[in-house]
Every structure is written in structure tokens, then in C-alpha cells.
């Protein structure tokens, strides 16, 4: 394997931009490519990761192409997923050898449609789809599987967005006063759910000597890996991510202590099970960042925990970091990555 | 964090109604098409794995091993809520329009589960691990619909019967999407400019070129375009097509021209029709004029130039838009 390293990561979100997705873009494409040291010509891939359903029409990642100066011609790949199995693609890319730097960004406007239908149309359309099931419902379920298996309580989730808001700049609240709220989806309230924002992300990959040349401490990239499980929520455990568990023993998250994680947890009851997954204790320094509870930027929502635990790394307040990002209903796929200073 | 962006500041963007809707038809196959069959004859059934699990409902491989599944096998039509949440403000297309239970429930006799609705009077009435029964619809076409509900209890009502017909094949999966979208700040910039009659461009910083209309950043550069330049409405047409074949929602009398039309001041084309001209005597080079609709009764899209009409200037020599070949 060759040593893949971040070495540059920038992002912005907010609940309802006025920009268009290139105007979200190409100023944090461009901070993320000057934070690096690379130049824009020396990046020898480019791959980004949004979803058509999100900007309401096909293959609009084409368009997005022009925050990334792709003339003359560029090499270009798109994940219509989040943009950290885009991240995978570029890593996977750099280890061919023949190229030594990539760019990875994520965008999507969650404000522009109904995120209830659209994440609906992700849905088994036989069984499921036509039910018009939301995906805070989904999301419910799993949380009652929870508290019935005895795993958490409703005030346990009410900690995860109490330290997610404090964490994420929204302010200080208490658990007594979020656990007064309504349920939205019983038992779900309010606070249990993503605070959906308009966001974009990018990182900037790097390849052996060149990532040491252009970075003083660079993230690297020791392992990753990304599983899959059925997409009925009926055949699942819903209580437990097995695809996390897998992708953290492939990504070698035990090896040793973790000093920060951050956990793409759309829902607060899901960070519960995720720590769990991953193996985490209370050594561990959980989202730093505030998460999903504080900004949950469709589509680049998972490459932010990659940025924001690559940042940690990059700034030296951790030499280990674990990333994990989640896609589908219920978790039904994760992505697990661990990344690394130097001593 | 919220990041700050680098954009044309004093222009509020402009935003427009959206829907995206449209119906796939869907091959069932054999073993959702048997399902959905059952269903509309008032049966539930699932299918064996070869590790002797009972999937309901059915899927065509085994989710645990991806291998192909066995013999189908008819479940209860009662069963056990595993998890429920609940709904107090029902949507379009959900099982019910009152208040209601999501819940997965695992027939007797299935070991998966399947998700629906349970009418229960409220939250308080559902716990997991309650018993819960089919309420069958009286017309059912070979649907997950044509069960209407779970009920709390054990009681079973038997299904109205349904006029013999052919197994289901196909179904319709309607999609209907509301979406407001957004213009961006550059592009309404610019559209806002067109209501006014003015045809505003924009120029990147790195390499010079004028792009109208503009975009959120400078295609070959990738960095956000920097001072406003305003661009006259004549121009060269560069390239042109002449439409003969009709289609529908076509405005324009047949044959007419579609042109590239570099303006003056501007590095980068537009596309237009071109008029004032007979289809046969446009050429690489003409000058052209925007025709404007009148004042007040431009809106905010090309549609307010009618079209581009010949200046009656001497062609423009070819060097002069080589490039845009
Ligand atoms: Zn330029």
C-alpha cells in the first residue's frame, strides 16, 4: 500500500444559502488547494460526490465541474453518494502509483426541495417507496429498538445534542429542557434529528514524500474501508451496525488508542450505536466538531468527518483519529477511516 | 463553520417553482410479482433460504448469503411488532390520514419483518412486542397497499375476494418532487440586468476573458469571477443551426435559426435565434442586434431578447471569432 496523507481540508454550510452550487464551491475548493501547497496543475484526480435527486436535476455534477477548472481537460470520476466514498475512490486512485495528488469535494442544497421525498426515493420501490415512509420515521424505529433492547435512554440521547450544540457553536442547552420538547417521530424529538444545512466540502490527498514536502504534519490515510448491508430495515439487527464493525476491524481501528473521533451520526440514538461499532471508550474525544446535531450538510455531511478529524490530526491536538461516515436508512453503509500524524 | 463567500454582493438571487415528477414502470419478476399477486388474492406469502429462513417479504436472493431463494411459503396474517414509531401528522400516500403507527411486524411463521401501518387510537396503545392482525383493502390490485393497515389483536377478517385476473407483472412507480431552486447570486445578477435591457458579464480575474452570461466561477480558471462589465447587444454569429423538424411546444414558424452569437465585449458565445433574415442567408460572420421585448414586458430570462436580427454591417472577418470554432 502507499501512504496516502490529507493535507488540506475546508468547508462551509449553512441552513439557507443563496448561492448556486459553483458559487458554494469554488471558494472553498480554492482554500482547500491553497491550504495544501499543491498547485492546481499537479492535481492528477478529481472526484466529487452529490446527488441528482438533491438538485432536482440529472447529472449535475457536470455543472459543478466548472468550481474546478477542468480545461484543459482534467481526470474526473463522481460518486452519487457522499463525499467521503469519494475520498475512497481518490485513495484507491493514488495507490495506482502514476499520480501523486487528488481532489476530493462534496456539495448539496438541502434547502431547494423536501428532504422527506428525497431521501424517500432511496427506498426499495416495491415494498417500501410506496408507503411514503420518511426518513425520521426510519430513523424512529431504530431509536425504539434501541431503548426497548435497553441500550440508551431518551435522556441519553438528549446528552448527545446536548454536547453536539455546545460543540457545534449553537449554544448551551440542558437536557431537562430538550427532553420537555414534543416527539416528532415518538421517540424522536426535534433535537434528536440532523440540523439540515447547505454545504460543501474539500480535501486535498497527497502521496508519499510530496504529502511531507508540501505539509508540515500530514493526516495519513492508515487505513479505510467501506461495507454494505441489506437494505430492508426487517432483515437487519437495527439495534447494532455490523458494516461498521467490519469496516473499523479492516481499517485497524483497535490498533491502538484513538484520540478523536468524529462519527457521522444523522440521528443522536446512531452516534449510540456507532461508538459501539467502532469500539470507542471514554478516552476517546467524540465530535469535536458537534456533528450532524449541529450541521448535517447533505451529501458532504461524511467527507466533513473525514475533514474535521484530518484537521485534528493536521493541527497536532491528535496524533490518531478515527472518521466514519454513513449512507442509506438506519446506517444501512459505512465508511470507517483512520488517520495518523507522524511521531 | 460557516465559511465566508466570495461572490457579487447586493443582489438578492432569484428563485423559481420546481417539479420534477415522472412514472417508472416496473418489472416485478418472479418472486416480487408472486408477492404482490398474493397480495391482492389475500394471501401472504414469503420464501425459504437455503439456511431455512422464511423472508417476508420477499426478496429474490438471500440478503445474508446473496444466494438464490427456495420454495415460497404462506405466513400468518398476523404477527409481532419488533418497533414502532409513531406519526402524528400523516403525509400524501401513507397508509393512513389519521394518526398513526409505523411499525416493523413479523408474521407468525415469517423470521423477518415487515414494515407498515398500525391504526392504533394513539402512542400509548402500541408497544413492541404486541400482537397485531391485517386489515385487508376491499380492492386490491397487487400492491403493498392492498393491505390497508395492521390492527391491534389477533381477530382475523377475511379478505373480500378480487375478480380472478393475471398474476402482477408491472407496476407504476410514481415520483413527485417539490423543489424551489436557486439562481445563485451571479446568475441573477445577470437576469436581473436583462429585465433592465443590459446584458451584464462578468470577468475573471486570472485570465480576462468575459463570460456572459456569467457563472459562479471561470470554467477554465475555477476561481469566482471578479468585476462586472457590461456588454453591448450586437455581436458576430459564429456558428449556427437551421431547425426544419417540429416538436412539441415549438413557438417558432418553420425553418428557423439557432446561433452562437459572440457579443462585442464578451469572450464566450451565446446561444439565440436568429431572425430578420431568411434561414438560408445566415452565415459565420453576420452582425447581429438583440430585439428586445419592450420595457414591462421583460422578465427575468433570454426569453426578453425576441431574438437577434441582422445590424446591416459588413460580416465580421473570420480571425475575429476563429477561436469559437
Ligand atoms: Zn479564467
Redesign the interface.
Known amino acids: 500500500m502507499r501512504d496516502v496523507a490529507i493535507v488540506s481540508f ?5 441552513p439557507h ?15 482547500a488547494l491553497a491550504r495544501s501547497g499543491v498547485p ?1 496543475r499537479d492535481i492528477g484526480f478529481t472526484v466529487s460526490g452529490s446527488c441528482d ?1 438533491l438538485c ?2 440529472p447529472f449535475s455534477f457536470v455543472m459543478a ?7 484543459p481537460p482534467i481526470s474526473e470520476s463522481h460518486v452519487e453518494m457522499d463525499g467521503a466514498w469519494a475520498l475512497y475512490e481518490a485513495w484507491v486512485r493514488l495507490q495506482h502509483g502514476d499520480i501523486d495528488a487528488a481532489l476530493v469535494y462534496a456539495f448539496g ?1 438541502s434547502s ?3 428532504l ?3 431521501l424517500g ?1 432511496q427506498l426499495d ?10 426518513p425520521v ?1 426510519f430513523a ?6 434501541l431503548l ?1 433492547a435497553g441500550r440508551c435512554t431518551e435522556r441519553d440521547l438528549a446528552a448527545v445534542a446536548v454536547r453536539g450544540r455546545r460543540d457545534g457553536g449553537l449554544g448551551a442547552s440542558s437536557e431537562e429542557e430538550l427532553l420537555r420538547a414534543p ?1 416528532i ?4 424529538r426535534a433535537h434528536d434529528c440532523p440540523r439540515s444545512t447547505d454545504g460543501v466540502a474539500a480535501v486535498v490527498l497527497v502521496a508519499g514524500d510530496r504529502a511531507r514536502q508540501v505539509c508540515e504534519r500530514p493526516a495519513w490515510i492508515r487505513g479505510i474501508d467501506h461495507r454494505i448491508e ?6 437487519r439487527d ?1 439495534t447494532r451496525s455490523p458494516s461498521t464493525e467490519l469496516a473499523a476491524r479492516k481499517a485497524g481501528v483497535a490498533a491502538s488508542k484513538v484520540d478523536v473521533a468524529e462519527i457521522h451520526a444523522p440521528y443522536t440514538h446512531q452516534e449510540i450505536i456507532l461508538r459501539e461499532a467502532l469500539g470507542l471508550d471514554g478516552g476517546t474525544v467524540i465530535n469535536p466538531s458537534g456533528g450532524a446535531v449541529a450541521s448535517h450538510p447533505l451529501m458532504s455531511a461524511g467527507l466533513v468527518r473525514i475533514g474535521e478529524a484530518a484537521r485534528r490530526v493536521l493541527d497536532g491536538t491528535a496524533h490518531r483519529a478515527v472518521a466514519h461516515a454513513t449512507s442509506g436508512p438506519c446506517l444501512q453503509q459505512n465508511l470507517v477511516c483512520v488517520l495518523e500524524g507522524d511521531r | 463553520m460557516e465559511g465566508k463567500q466570495d461572490v457579487a454582493e447586493g443582489s438578492e438571487a432569484l428563485t423559481s417553482p420546481y417539479v420534477l415528477e415522472y412514472t417508472y414502470r416496473r418489472s416485478l419478476g418472479p418472486v416480487v410479482g408472486r408477492f404482490l399477486t398474493g397480495l391482492r388474492e389475500g394471501r401472504i406469502e414469503g420464501v425459504r433460504t437455503a439456511s431455512g429462513r422464511v423472508l417476508v417479504p420477499p426478496t429474490e436472493y438471500d440478503p445474508e448469503s446473496g444466494a438464490a431463494v427456495g420454495d415460497f411459503v404462506s405466513v400468518g396474517v398476523s404477527g409481532v411488532v419488533q418497533t414502532w414509531s409513531w406519526v402524528s401528522e400523516p403525509r400524501k400516500g401513507q397508509p393512513l390520514d389519521r394518526p398513526f403507527a409505523w411499525a416493523l411486524i413479523k408474521l407468525d411463521g415469517a423470521d423477518t419483518a415487515l414494515l407498515h401501518a398500525v391504526d392504533a387510537p394513539s402512542a400509548d396503545a402500541m408497544r413492541s412486542g404486541m400482537r397485531v392482525t391485517v386489515r385487508w383493502r376491499a380492492e386490491r390490485v397487487g400492491s403493498i397497499h392492498d393491505i390497508a393497515c395492521f390492527v391491534p389483536g389477533d381477530e382475523v377478517q377475511a379478505a373480500e375476494p378480487v375478480a380472478p385476473a393475471e398474476p402482477v407483472r408491472r407496476m407504476k412507480s410514481p415520483v413527485h418532487m417539490d423543489f424551489t431552486i436557486g439562481a445563485g447570486r451571479t446568475l441573477s445578477r445577470f437576469l436581473e440586468g436583462v429585465v433592465q435591457g443590459k446584458l451584464l458579464g462578468r470577468r475573471c480575474p486570472t485570465c480576462a476573458k468575459v463570460y456572459v452570461p456569467p457563472k459562479g466561477a471561470c470554467p477554465t480558471c475555477g476561481v469566482p469571477f471578479a468585476d462586472e462589465v457590461v456588454v453591448s447587444d450586437t455581436g458576430t454569429v459564429t456558428s449556427f443551426c437551421i431547425v426544419n423538424v417540429p416538436f412539441e411546444g415549438q413557438t417558432m414558424k418553420l425553418p428557423y435559426t439557432y446561433g452562437s452569437v459572440l457579443l462585442d465585449g464578451a469572450d464566450i458565445p451565446i446561444l439565440h435565434l436568429i431572425s430578420g433574415i431568411p434561414a438560408d442567408e445566415v452565415r459565420m460572420g453576420l452582425r447581429v442586434k438583440a430585439e428586445w421585448l419592450p420595457e414591462g414586458e421583460r422578465q427575468p430570462t433570454l426569453a426578453s431578447i425576441r431574438w437577434f436580427a441582422p445590424t446591416g454591417e459588413a460580416d465580421a472577418p473570420y480571425e475575429s471569432y476563429a477561436e469559437h470554432q
Not at chain 1, 475546508?10 to 449553512?14: D, L, M, Y
Not at chain 1, 444559502?17 to 482554500?31: G, K, Q, Y
Not at chain 1, 465541474?65 to 480545461?71: E, I, M, Q, T
Not at chain 1, 441489506?230 to 432483515?235: D, I, N
Open positions: 475546508a468547508s462551509s454550510s449553512t444559502s443563496d448561492l448556486e452550487d459553483v458559487e458554494m464551491l469554488a471558494p472553498v475548493i480554492n482554500e492546481r435527486y432536482g436535476r465541474l466548472d468550481a474546478v477548472a477542468a480545461w442544497k431547494q426541495g423536501d422527506r421525498a428525497v426515493a420501490p416495491y415494498y417500501l417507496a410506496p408507503l411514503a415512509p420518511d420515521s424512529a424505529l431504530q431509536a425504539r429498538a426497548d416527539y417521530a415518538s421517540p424522536l441489506a437494505h430492508s430495515l426487517g432483515v437495527l
